[in-house]
């Protein structure tokens, strides 16, 4: 079972729509989480560090269950400029150390 | 104020050859650490660095090698290349607090293309 799981995708919205991504984690002792968006051929960029109370930026609201190891990302009024790859990010110290570890990402496309 | 630089942003090399990379993480961090991301999939860890110090390593054969300096700058070597290392490189900067990761912050990448 991979460390990060994540919705497959590609999602294609209308501009306008709600979407929502989730995401799940393996290990418990997980100590924290992020949302990246990676546009294509670029780097990994922040879009948001996610706790247990929820939080929000603008259109976008991030929430954590880790009784259920799952996080979300919950975007409104979606814009054509936020079609781009959504990557999950959970970090934990493991066997390897400390890592970030990545979900594979969900591809989304807001159309016109 | 500079983000984190990684050179060169693009190489081909051949089978069997040796590559360098190199990072130079944001001022005031003190953690590097290496991702590779080949196409579709999402970065997998390779090394973290902090104060000098390997802090994490990941699911990497021998042939993958990295070190950070005393400016915290960091290399990332790998030997004796196959065709399957080409990939994205990124280098991430971070400063953990209380031994916790935070967020990190990446570089543009190296595209390497082995042929």
């Known amino acids: 079972r991979k460390e990060v799981e994540q919705d497959p995708g590609p999602f294609n919205v209308p501009e306008g729509a709600t979407v929502a991504f989730n995401c799940t984690y393996s290990?418990?002792?997980?100590?924290?989480f992020f949302w990246y968006r990676q546009d294509c051929r670029k780097e990994p960029k922040l879009l948001m560090s996610?706790?247990?109370s929820g939080n929000e930026d603008g259109r976008f609201t991030a929430q954590l269950n880790r009784a259920s190891q799952y996080i979300s990302l919950l975007i409104r009024d979606s814009k054509l400029s936020d079609s781009a790859t959504y990557l999950c990010v959970v970090n934990f110290y493991s066997n390897s150390g400390y890592a970030l570890n990545f979900g594979k990402g969900t591809s989304l496309l807001v159309t016109p | 104020d500079a983000g984190v630089t990684q050179s060169p942003t693009h190489l081909i090399k051949t089978r069997g050859q040796h590559v360098t990379l190199r990072c130079s993480p944001i001022?005031?961090?003190?953690?590097v650490s290496w991702y590779q991301q080949v196409l579709g999939q999402g970065p997998q860890f390779i090394f973290q660095y902090y104060e000098k110090e390997e802090r994490g390593r990941g699911n990497f054969p021998d042939r993958f090698s990295a070190r950070q300096f005393p400016n915290y700058s960091s290399e990332l070597n790998v030997n004796a290349l196959l065709l399957g290392d080409s990939a994205l490189y990124l280098c991430?900067?971070?400063?953990?607090?209380?031994?916790?990761?935070?967020?990190?912050?990446f570089g543009q990448g190296t595209r390497l293309t082995v042929v």
């Open positions: 001022s005031g961090h003190k953690s």
């Open positions: 991430a900067s971070s400063q953990p607090r209380g031994g916790v990761n935070t967020e990190a912050f």
């Open positions: 290990n418990s002792a997980s100590q924290s």
């Open positions: 996610v706790y247990s």
